[in-house]
């Protein structure tokens, strides 16, 4: 039986949530450089521009959270094989960075990565927030570095990277329950309202 979310249905204009560990649960961060490695190539690949292998056309990057043996990363599709295109480039190169730097062989990752489809708003607005408050308990989101949230509190700046998206939500009153947040940081800060009702099960196999 194929492993929970490793089937991928991909639709033009549809919002996923991917993500994979590492393979025996083991890291595939060990220091900064690996997370550079990592956020260059989303860079490289999203970037708009002349570059021949830029996708920035096929996929929109909303959000993403860098940990030591997994990621996560809310995208849109534009057309239908442009997740799958990025994460094959991104993945194929920073296991062969990995490999090669730290002299193994062999696969890095848990298998295929997974890939869920966003249904609706809330399911979109609540996934943002469950990747930015990755980070473990006792450290404070906000600072972390190997996530998207310093981007959508202004801190930071991006063209490969698309906030408006999910801050528009919190710019005028919405059909998705969100009207009386402030803002987005209200929204995150504000988690005494669990968003596991609306996501369900999202731990990683």
């Known amino acids: 039986m194929p492993a929970k979310n490793s089937v991928k249905q991909f639709v033009e204009n549809g919002y996923y949530h991917i993500y994979n560990r590492g393979v025996e649960k083991r890291n595939i961060f060990l220091d900064e450089n690996d997370y550079t490695v990592f956020l260059h190539y989303l860079k490289k690949y999203l970037s708009p521009g002349s570059d021949p292998h830029s996708l920035a056309k096929e996929v929109n990057l909303l959000s993403f959270c860098l940990m030591p043996n997994h990621f996560h990363l809310l995208a849109k599709q534009i057309t239908r094989d442009g997740m799958t295109k990025l994460i094959r480039a991104i993945c194929t190169n920073y296991v062969m960075y990995f490999n090669k730097r730290y002299e193994r062989v062999g696969t890095l990752f848990q298998g295929k990565y997974k890939a869920v489809l966003v249904n609706n708003d809330t399911y979109l607005l609540h996934l943002s927030r469950y990747i930015h408050l990755n980070p473990h308990p006792g450290s404070d989101p906000k600072l972390y570095e190997y996530s998207s949230y310093g981007y959508y509190l202004g801190r930071k700046s991006a063209t490969w990277l698309k906030t408006e998206e999910?801050?528009?939500?919190?710019?005028?009153?919405?059909?998705?329950?969100?009207?009386?947040?402030?803002?987005?940081?209200?929204?995150?800060?504000?988690?005494?309202?669990?968003s596991e009702e609306h996501l369900g099960n999202l731990t990683l196999e």
Do not use: H, V
């Not at 801050?167 to 669990?194: A, P, V, W």
């Open 166 to 194: 999910i801050l528009n939500y919190f710019k005028t009153e919405n059909k998705t329950g969100l009207k009386d947040y402030l803002s987005y940081e209200s929204f995150i800060d504000d988690y005494k309202n669990d």
